[in-house]
């Protein structure tokens, strides 16, 4: 299932995410709350966890989020390590945003990358 989400992906490293997201693309973190709380935040990114992805982004849903305005939305997903964000990315390629992707190597390759992160002793 992994390997066939996957080959739908333009997956993303974590420097060329930060240059999408530096260029307009929509960071969405979808890791549950405890685990932010003890991994760390990325600055900027939109939380909306997996349980409510679909939902919340999709631009025919009553209960979407202002942001989901179309299906060109460049969505860019990142969870902990990489694997649950390229089956949500390919989820909502599935609802018809075609350019929705992931993260390799998810959060902490982002915070390996010495990307911007906020420490997990700061938050709350």
């Not at 080959?7 to 930060?18: F, H, I, T, V, Y």
């Not at 964000?85 to 909502?92: D, F, K, P, Q, V």
């Amino acid at each position: 299932m992994l390997a066939r989400a996957r080959r739908q992906l333009q997956r993303l490293e974590p420097s060329a995410a930060a240059a999408a997201v530096a260029d307009g693309a929509l960071l969405v973190d979808i890791r549950p709350a405890a685990q932010r709380a003890d991994e760390g935040e990325i600055p900027g990114a939109l939380v909306i966890e997996r349980n409510v992805l679909e939902w919340r982004l999709d631009p025919t849903s009553e209960a979407r989020l202002p942001v989901a305005t179309g299906d060109d939305l460049r969505v860019i997903v990142v969870c902990s390590e990489g694997y649950t964000s390229s089956l949500a990315a390919a989820s909502l390629r599935e609802l018809g945003l075609y350019r929705a992707t992931d993260i390799i190597g998810g959060y902490h390759a982002w915070a390996g990358a010495g990307l911007p992160t906020v420490a997990p002793a700061r938050l709350g």
